[in-house]
């Protein structure tokens, strides 16, 4: 009697670990949930600007003050920086890039992997997950829209009489007794 007890509360559970199981090796549950995805973005990102900014001769600090501290800085590998950007995101196809940057002493020598980084907006672009047309309101007027508008009333002249009356002075008691 005990071991069918056992085995009917244990079969509930084994039917929600296999369902759990089989929710992680696909993309959605029956067509309708899918489950969220975490975002992992590493690195630094580099854009064309930055790389536009790098100059050969720079210093260590230069170019730390460009690009950012490294990802990668390895103690065989003293004169060399690696700088890789990653991130996966729902939504969005992932992105992995690799920069190196090579030092003689204190000295900037090479810049490799500058060949097909993205601008700034490109970038922004690219890791934007919502891709619907955005319809951004102007913030400022045309000269048109500025003539078109209707000319402000002119205040009615009002005489000192009719101005609004002061208010009464207010008295306050000392804050100390008079002696």
């Known amino acids: 009697m005990r071991s069918t007890l056992k085995t009917l509360l244990l079969l509930p559970l084994l039917t929600a670990l ?12 029956l067509g309708v949930i ?20 790098i100059r050969p001769g720079m210093t260590r600090a230069q170019v730390r003050d460009v690009l950012g ?4 800085t390895d103690a065989f590998h003293a004169n060399r920086w690696d700088y890789v950007f990653s991130i996966r995101r729902q939504g969005t196809e992932p992105q992995l890039r690799r920069v190196v940057v090579l030092f003689d002493g204190d000295t900037l ?68 007794p008079r002696q």
């Open 34 to 53: 899918t489950p969220y995805r975490l975002e992992v973005v590493q690195g630094n990102v580099v854009t064309k600007e930055q790389a536009a900014l």
């Open 109 to 176: 020598t090479k810049f490799e992997g500058a060949t097909d980084l993205p601008g700034e907006r490109e970038f922004v672009a690219s890791i934007d997950a919502v891709k619907a047309a955005r319809n951004t309101p102007s913030l400022a007027l045309t000269e048109e829209e500025l003539k078109a508008l209707p000319a402000p009333p002119k205040p009615a002249a009002t005489t000192p009489a009719e101005a609004e009356p002061a208010a009464p002075a207010r008295t306050y008691p000392p804050l100390e």
């Open 69 to 72: 501290s490294p990802l990668l």
């Open 18 to 29: 296999a369902a759990c199981q089989s929710l992680q090796s696909s993309d959605n549950f």
